[in-house]
């Protein structure tokens, strides 16, 4: 055990440092701060391309509606339009959108493993079934991020829209933190751990998204002056990153926190894993 860890477990109080101790152990044997910027990296370079190509192949229209919704500062949603509208649906053909799809399919493979890291469960098995998972698993992903701006907007038309909004991101939170696992590993996930990370999940990004909120179209517009499009890059890793740390964070605590759970809410089917 390290000094940090150490004068961490002396601050804590008496009745919560075997869980605390549990959790610094589990924060070490899953590899969080490694595999959270895997999932950034696998994210950046899996959903901003298929990102462009729906936006090619939707026209300008679409494209300007796309762009609104994602709700950039000036001068970065002016390198969106430009990285969209020097897109067009001629360079996406058949194959070269499945090549973007399959592609895309590292992100998928990424967060599997990070799964099974986390909660040691064997998952699918390789093969062309488990691609189609992978597949529809980033194709999930990207539906989240457009519909969760969208039914955001669809709230402000709402009289309580500023409470409406934070339901409605809560809701999907949870939602998108239990359908990943279970969509990638299958039914093996135990239900506690699968319900508890999906919970804690959206919690967490309670708090991350409202200081999101307001870091982050600053850091977009100072990153875009000064750096131009890399800059720009560099920001959305670095939000990327973030945003996987919580994921991870919320499927470790689950771990944690099941085994403290009532028995009548733990899954008693013994394949499910441990």
């Known amino acids: 055990m390290t000094t940090l860890s150490r004068r961490v477990l002396d601050a804590v109080p008496h009745p919560l440092r075997a869980a605390v101790q549990r959790l610094l152990g589990e924060l070490v044997r899953v590899q969080i701060f490694d595999r959270a910027m895997t999932l950034a990296a696998q994210a950046f370079t899996s959903l901003f391309p298929l990102v462009i190509m729906i936006g090619a192949l939707s026209g300008s229209a679409a494209r300007d509606r796309l762009t609104d919704l994602i709700r950039l500062p000036a001068d970065s949603t002016r390198l969106v339009q430009d990285a969209l509208g020097g897109s067009r649906s001629g360079a996406f053909g058949v ?3 499945l090549i973007v799809v399959l592609s895309a399919t590292g992100l998928a493979r990424a967060l599997a493993r990070a799964y099974r890291a986390t909660w040691s469960v064997a998952g699918r098995r390789a093969g062309p079934a488990d691609t189609g998972w992978q ?3 980033v194709l999930l992903v990207v539906l989240f991020l457009i519909g969760v701006r969208l039914l ?4 402000d038309l709402l009289p309580a829209a500023g409470v409406a909004g934070v339901v409605v991101t809560l809701l999907a939170d949870c939602g998108l933190a239990v359908l990943l696992p279970r ?3 299958g039914p093996v996930v135990p239900r506690d751990r699968l319900l508890l990370g999906g919970l804690l999940f959206g919690l967490i990004m309670l ?3 409202a200081a999101g909120a307001i870091y982050l179209p600053r850091a ?3 990153s875009t002056e ?3 499009t890399i800059g720009l890059a560099f920001t959305y890793i670095g939000w990327l990153y973030v945003l996987s740390f919580c994921l991870l964070l919320s499927a470790i605590l689950a771990v944690v926190l099941a085994d403290r759970l009532p028995r009548w809410f733990v899954r008693s089917d013994p394949a499910a894993g441990p």
Not at 152 to 155: D, E, K
């Open 152 to 155: 955001v907007h669809l709230t």
């Open 207 to 209: 708090g991350v998204r």
């Open 183 to 185: 969509v990638l590993l």
């Open 220 to 222: 977009l517009q100072s």
């Open 226 to 228: 000064r750096y131009g």
């Open 135 to 137: 597949i529809g698993t």
């Open 95 to 97: 194959l070269g959108s």
